[in-house]
């Protein structure tokens, strides 16, 4: 979501002061939370850091509602409006339209309420806000981010194999580094507060309480153990919301925690009481909640791989992820690389020539730049056509029949490091639209996407289509293309091709869907 | 009472008191100082009567006893010995010293049988036109306990008409007309007056006609002033704060006083309606109420008969005429009031309400002056739109009612109003100025140990701490978002916020200098505050001192801590400064291996400050300002003449020079400073003129 502009529908509230700063300074972010409702103004000048103005935070129990009850309460419902219109005093005060805010996200647990609409709704009305909810593609990206930061501050660390894992409310990620990069992301339905709603009624206390938290986490870190079977973790750097505002407690900033300590506070810490807790810690109560549950995941996850220390950051969680949240939606450029590596693990997962999908990658490349000025696609499409371009005939190991929708299902279906599930629908989408029938308004996906949407996803795929007709042959014949607008066509000249007979006759079938919405004949001419 | 190792609270109190009460019977002071001194006595004692005699009361009725230490029954009959004889020591030292002086030199309370029929009759026409018409008779009986409003002089009189028959009749005396009724008199420059209560009971038959009034007596009582609201279930704190203002007016009795020479029928009629026991009675040899005394101290006029004035100085750091904020951009400011003003303090509020670039202001309020400038400067900005918070704190004690009145006129100009913070009383001296420079966010911060009271800023020595820098701000912030509800407390970057985090770290900071000196290392505390009770603290304290650390307190008030003790605190020296200044300023050291860490603080070191209280600790680092913190610090423990060394008993031995050792006292020390600083600075504008120049063009 890019910033709103004043004066359109997310500009100044009626009564709010004219703005006396130079806004484009001041970037808002604002987080509804599991457990609390956050916001962040940054001051930024040029490519310097960003220099917080302003934290505010406060508790808010969103994550015991969803968990508890499938739905976010109205009691919950209100205390969130009203600690936003709280905020907004603050924007105010710092001369910010109150709708003004750069980032509104909510926690992606939110969409395991049944009435998450509802809720958002009442948030756009009360306080004209509109909020996008985190997908796990953007929560996996702002972990990366974290710990991007991390291994920066810690060469040694990037030499290791390094095991990063998040335990969140709802759902825990990990995400495996090796000399600096990823090599493998997988997650896992086992959360904080879900595991402290799931026992709840139990009443189980102290020792009995841990047994039954590792006992509902089993089946999870079985998983886990069996997704890392074949490698030898060196590091583990654990994260979360309640693990790092109880940290400081614990573990000296920046510093290893030994497991052994970690293990020690985990005990202590099952025999409080929740007034203890909150005192002990300095915590709300809502956190407080959810923190025996992610201290002992996160400490079954340390025994589980035999570690003898863990990492965890010495910066305070929430205020970091909204400074990442400012800069999430603008993949940096060793993000990009991330994502495109996850599809090539794909692709060579489904046995999809790698060489052909690269060629084609590159063609939509030239093919994307060249056409800038009349898709006016961003550098995020762009991504989604690379990787798009990568994966899209990944359905082949299924069946070279109809492999378009094989590709689609199985994309669908799978884990894109860096990618939410709205730009892995999009992605399934081109890879089934790269042969064959162009998007029907009745295809099912295309069907439930908006306008705009649909013309992405007809712009991308047409632009596929021409790539993989270039690519016919599979053996990149054609080495590299030049193009070139002129009036109502497109010359595409192909290096290394003496004869284009079989380009042409691919383009005839799949040079249609870009003819008729780029408006421009396509002109193939050798360049041998 | 048991053998502690701390003092008793009430009894170190009492001592603080006797100390203030040592300087009234200096006969080196100018007479009217001496009253002053003793006025003030006089007036602790009523707060003390009010908030500890009160709270010990309602803990002996309740049943609750004190932990560890002596039990409110024999803590109030220690308390009760001990001012027994405080009240001789005040009524001796007033009769037989300060009167006397006083008449030498022109002042003359005077009795009106001394008067000249002249001078009475210039009395009764001064009663039958301004003050008869203020008068309400309150009728009583002898067995009916009456609503009689607390720390009122109230003339009892008894009345008898033509059958002889006896009546009893109240007569409040109104506060509004003053103490002291001045009287015409021949001699040049001499001043002679009345009490008014005299004069009210000399015409006192003109209330009663047809009745004659047999007998009088002026009596005092002190109610209650332990009464709180009850937060939790306040639903509008303002509206239940003025119930209960009603409430302590007309609460139990703690304290009666009345003359030594009240006639027995009419104590016993005043005795029942305020149903007072016989241990809350105080029969006073002279003029009840010693804190009205003050009026005649403060009275214009016979300043040959006062200390010499050490007005505040401007700050050197300052330049007049110049924009404070500019001032607090070049670097950090450190002022030491009184000696230096609290002018750029006002200033900072009043700048930035008339600036066109503040966006916001925030400020907790304590306790304010009347016709607080502050408090206009804040409603003239928020009238201008400026978003201006105050946290307004309805439980300072005995200054609800202005707060509250101040707290409605700043809402009415459009100002956000907090009322305090449930279950906590806002106690920390913060305010924060945010303005907009150059298309960038800019926050000022005044961090002080004292209200922003431009009365009381003239009298308390405190420290008032101006910055800009941006983590200063942040904290700032975070902690008016905090007070003011938008956020949690969330983790400061510099300040130390009581009640969560300010006893943790001082503990540390104590804990730290005992392991270094176990280690062998030099360690050293020093701290100024105003009162130590807080027992992990003094436990933490005797630890230290055992380890080998060197401990300096300058304690001005409450001291539980036992200096002096051979087992727990042989090298710890407790001392106490009492001069014409109070002292208010808290500033901590700790030696921290040769790197000190230096805070002042709006926190004494009580439970109830560290526990009950929203209160700041602020780390110094400008190196200059520190150095001067220490500098300041230091210079108590050179003072021979008006400290006091605290023993282990809870009493104190003044200080004196030792033979060949020059005089120092310390707050003479820092006006000088501050005047030559001052001097200093007037010197050097005066060798390098700076032209005023026009104004910049407003840009385009």
């Given at each position: 979501m890019l910033p709103q502009a004043l004066g359109e529908e997310g500009g100044p509230a009626p009564g709010d002061q004219v703005s006396k700063l130079k806004t484009a300074m001041l970037k808002t972010a604002m987080h509804?939370?599991?457990?609390?409702?956050?916001?962040?103004?940054?001051?930024?000048?040029?490519?310097?850091?960003?220099?917080?103005?302003?934290?505010?935070?406060?508790?808010?129990p969103l994550a015991r509602d969803i968990f508890r009850h499938g739905k976010v309460t109205a009691a919950t419902t209100e205390r969130i409006v009203a600690i936003i219109l709280g905020f907004q005093e603050t924007l105010r005060e710092l001369g910010i339209g109150t709708r003004q805010t750069t980032r509104s996200v909510a926690t992606n647990i939110l969409g395991e309420a049944e009435n998450h609409e509802v809720f958002?709704?009442?948030?756009?009305?009360?306080?004209?806000?509109?909020?996008?909810?985190?997908?796990?593609?953007?929560?996996?990206?702002?972990?990366?981010?974290?710990?991007?930061?991390?291994?920066?501050?810690?060469?040694?660390?990037?030499?290791?194999?390094?095991?990063?894992?998040?335990?969140?409310?709802?759902?825990?990620?990990?995400?495996?580094?090796?000399?600096?990069?990823?090599?493998?992301?997988?997650?896992?339905?086992?959360?904080?507060?879900?595991?402290?709603?799931?026992?709840?009624?139990?009443?189980?206390?102290g020792a009995a309480m841990l047994r039954l938290i590792r006992e509902h986490a089993s089946g999870n870190l079985t998983q886990m153990a069996f997704d890392y079977r074949d490698v030898k973790i060196q590091e583990l750097v654990i994260l979360g919301y309640e693990l790092q505002l109880a940290a400081p407690f614990f573990s000296k900033a920046g510093s290893e925690c030994q497991v052994k300590t970690l293990r020690e506070i985990v005990t202590s810490s099952a025999d409080l009481?929740?007034?203890?807790?909150?005192?002990?810690?300095?915590?709300?109560?809502?956190?407080?909640?959810?923190?025996?549950?992610?201290?002992?995941?996160?400490?079954?996850?340390?025994?589980?791989?035999?570690?003898?220390?863990?990492?965890?950051?010495?910066?305070?969680?929430?205020?970091?992820?909204?400074?990442?949240?400012?800069?999430?939606?603008?993949?940096?450029?060793?993000?990009?690389e991330e994502v495109v590596r996850s599809a090539k693990i794909l692709a060579a997962r489904y046995q999809s020539d790698p060489k052909h999908g690269e060629h084609v990658a590159a063609m939509c490349a030239e093919l994307f730049d060249a056409m800038a000025d009349v898709h006016r696609l961003d550098a995020h499409d762009a991504l989604l056509l690379r990787v798009a371009a990568i994966v899209h005939e990944c359905g082949t190991f299924i069946s070279p029949r109809a492999h378009h929708k094989h590709s689609q299902y199985i994309i669908l279906n799978s884990e894109i490091f860096g990618l939410g599930h709205a730009d892995v629908t999009i992605i399934g989408l081109l890879a089934r639209y790269h042969r064959h029938s162009g998007p029907k308004p009745d295809h099912p996906d295309y069907s439930e996407l908006t306008t705009g949407e649909r013309l992405r996803v007809c712009k991308l795929a047409s632009l596929l289509r021409v790539a993989d007709a270039l690519e016919r042959t599979h053996d990149r014949r054609v080495r590299a293309i030049r193009v070139e607008r002129q009036g109502h066509q497109l010359h595409i000249r192909l290096k290394g091709v003496a004869d284009a007979a079989v380009e042409r006759l691919a383009m005839r079938s799949k040079g249609d869907l870009f003819e008729s919405v780029f408006g421009l004949e396509i002109i193939l001419h050798e360049e041998a | 009472?048991?053998?502690?190792?701390?003092?008793?609270?009430?009894?170190?109190?009492?001592?603080?008191?006797?100390?203030?009460?040592?300087?009234?019977?200096?006969?080196?002071?100018?007479?009217?100082?001496?009253?002053?001194?003793?006025?003030?006595t006089g007036s602790n004692l009523d707060e003390f009567f009010q908030v500890r005699v009160g709270s010990l009361q309602l803990q002996q009725r309740s049943g609750r006893g004190s932990r560890g230490g002596a039990g409110p029954a024999q803590q109030l009959a220690a308390i009760r010995k001990r001012v027994l004889h405080l009240v001789e020591d005040q009524y001796a030292l007033l009769n037989e010293m300060l009167l006397p002086a006083l008449a030498e030199k022109g002042i003359h309370p005077t009795a009106l049988k001394e008067l000249t029929a002249r001078q009475r009759d210039q009395l009764a026409r001064v009663f039958a036109e301004n003050i008869f018409p203020l008068l309400t008779p309150l009728a009583v009986s002898e067995d009916q306990v009456s609503a009689i409003p607390g720390l009122r002089l109230i003339l009892a009189c008894r009345v008898v008409d033509e059958s002889g028959t006896p009546r009893f009749v109240l007569l409040p005396i109104p506060e509004s007309l003053g103490r002291r009724v001045p009287v015409a008199d021949e001699e040049e420059g001499a001043c002679r007056f009345v009490l008014i209560e005299d004069l009210v009971a000399a015409h006192a038959d003109e209330l009663f006609p047809g009745e004659n009034v047999t007998a009088t007596a002026c009596f005092r009582a002190t109610r209650n002033g332990d009464i709180a609201v009850q937060e939790e279930d306040a639903i509008d704190l303002a509206g239940e704060m003025e119930e209960v203002l009603t409430a302590r007016r007309f609460s139990d009795t703690v304290r009666l006083e009345m003359p030594k020479s009240c006639p027995r029928d009419l104590a016993r009629v005043i005795q029942q309606v305020c149903a007072a026991a016989e241990a809350d009675i105080y029969r006073c040899p002279g003029p009840l109420a010693l804190s009205s005394l003050m009026e005649i101290a403060l009275m214009p006029g016979f300043d040959d008969l006062r200390a010499e004035d050490w007005p505040a100085q401007p700050s050197p750091a300052i330049e007049p005429g110049a924009s404070i904020f500019s001032a607090i951009n070049q670097g950090d400011i450190l002022l030491h009031h009184p000696y230096e003003s609290f002018e750029p303090v006002i200033r900072l509020v009043e700048e930035a309400a008339s600036d066109p670039d503040t966006l916001a202001i925030k400020q907790v309020l304590y306790r304010t002056a009347k016709n607080s400038r502050i408090i206009d400067a804040l409603i003239r900005a928020a009238e201008k739109g400026i978003h201006v918070t105050v946290l307004v704190e309805l439980k300072a004690r005995f200054d609800e009612a202005r707060n509250l009145d101040r707290a409605e006129e700043l809402q009415r100009a459009g100002a956000q109003i907090?009322?305090?913070?449930?279950?906590?009383?806002?106690?920390?001296?913060?305010?924060?100025?945010?303005?907009?420079?150059?298309?960038?966010?800019?926050?000022?911060?005044?961090?002080?140990t004292g209200n922003y009271n431009e009365a009381t800023s003239r009298l308390y020595t405190d420290i008032s701490f101006l910055t800009c820098r941006a983590d200063y701000g942040s904290d700032a912030s975070l902690f008016f978002n905090a007070l003011t509800g938008r956020s949690k407390l969330l983790r400061f970057h510099r300040l130390v916020p009581a009640p969560t985090e300010m006893k943790r770290r001082l503990l540390e900071l104590i804990a730290s200098e005992t392991e270094r000196a176990e280690q062998g290392e030099e360690a050293r505390i020093v701290a100024k505050i105003n009162s130590l009770q807080d027992e992990e603290i003094i436990d933490a304290l005797y630890k230290a001192a055992r380890a080998g650390v060197r401990v300096q307190l300058n304690v001005r008030g409450i001291c539980c801590l036992k200096p002096d003790d051979a087992k727990r605190s042989k090298s710890i020296e407790v001392i106490s400064v009492v001069d014409r200044f109070l002292e208010h300023a808290r500033i901590l050291y700790f030696h921290h291996g040769g790197d000190p860490q230096v805070f002042i603080s709006s926190a004494d070191w009580m439970s109830r400050n560290l526990e009950r209280r929203i209160e700041l600790m602020t780390p110094i680092e400008d190196p200059a300002a520190k150095r001067r913190l220490i500098r300041i610090l230091e210079a108590y423990f050179q003072d021979n003449i008006q400290a006091?060394?605290?023993?282990?008993?809870?009493?104190?031995?003044?200080?004196?020079?030792?033979?060949g050792e020059p005089a120092f006292r310390v707050q003479q020390a820092f006006y000088d400073e501050a005047r030559k600083a001052a001097k200093a600075r007037d010197h050097e504008r005066a060798t390098s003129f700076e032209p005023h120049r026009p104004a910049a063009e407003p840009q385009a």
């Open positions: 509804i939370g599991a457990s609390s409702v956050s916001m962040l103004v940054c001051e930024c000048e040029g490519s310097g850091a960003p220099v917080v103005i302003e934290f505010l935070e406060q508790p808010a958002l709704n009442r948030v756009r009305v009360a306080c004209g806000l509109e909020m996008e909810t985190l997908d796990d593609g953007e929560m996996t990206r702002l972990i990366y981010l974290k710990t991007r930061r991390r291994l920066d501050d810690m060469p040694a660390m990037r030499q290791r194999t390094t095991l990063v894992v998040h335990v969140g409310p709802g759902n825990t990620r990990a995400l495996l580094f090796n000399k600096g990069s990823i090599s493998r992301y997988t997650s896992y339905r086992l959360g904080a507060h879900r595991t402290r709603v799931a026992l709840e009624g139990g009443h189980a206390e009481d929740e007034n203890q807790m909150v005192r002990r810690f300095q915590l709300d109560y809502h956190t407080a909640d959810a923190l025996l549950p992610a201290l002992e995941i996160n400490l079954a996850i340390a025994e589980l791989f035999g570690l003898k220390h863990v990492r965890v950051p010495a910066s305070p969680y929430e205020q970091g992820l909204l400074q990442d949240l400012l800069v999430s939606h603008e993949l940096t450029r060793s993000l990009e | 009472m048991p053998k502690s190792p701390y003092i008793n609270r009430e009894l170190s109190w009492l001592e603080f008191n006797q100390r203030v009460l040592n300087e009234a019977l200096r006969d080196d002071l100018p007479v009217l100082e001496r009253l002053k001194f003793l006025a003030i907090v009322y305090g913070v449930k279950g906590l009383k806002t106690h920390a001296k913060i305010c924060l100025v945010v303005r907009r420079e150059e298309g960038r966010l800019k926050r000022y911060v005044h961090l002080g006091s060394r605290l023993l282990a008993d809870g009493t104190s031995q003044r200080l004196a020079p030792k033979k």
